[in-house]
């Protein structure tokens, strides 16, 4: 079917809310949401700084004092240790690091600082030091896997392997293959 318009008129039609010269409501909302998703991905993608441990202020520190102080004034002023040595318990360390995350990747270490506190035999500080990233060297880790007796069984010889392996519903051994009772 055709439509024919008088001579002179346009064969358009605006809608009554259409005003000539401007996008319909739709697509202002469509873009609207575009620049809302996007705005929403970006901010997925923005690293996220991350505190852990246990952060130290240098007004704390400084109020520990060698030969003064002790296990207990120590673990007041500056809270349980991170850690403590392994081989020498008279060893705290108070460990915290600032790291920063892209999304999903592995996070990316930005500063970590460690404080040593040392006691002496009486348990009292000896010492107190400071370390930070420029002090660690890097540990390569063996890629070796001690070998082990027996061998390694495939997904199928795990489901099939007990197959066979117990006995029959008219046995008169119990379970574990001990007699079951007082004959």
Known sequence: MHLFAPQGTSTTMKTPRQKSGTAPRHRKLNHLAHAAMLAGVLAACSPTTELRGHIIDEESLTAVKAGVDNKQSVSDTLGTPSAIATFDTDVWFYISTRQERMAFLDPKILERNIVAVEFDAKGN???????????????????????????????????????????????????????????
Request: hydrophobic share 25%.
């Open 125 to 183: 500080v000896a010492a107190t030091r400071r370390y930070t990233m420029a002090d660690g060297r890097p540990v390569s880790l063996v890629s070796r896997e001690t070998p082990t007796k027996g061998k390694e069984l495939t997904f199928l010889e795990q489901m099939f392997g007990n197959f066979g392996r117990f006995s029959g519903a008219g046995s008169e051994k119990g379970p574990g293959g001990g007699g079951g009772g007082g004959k």
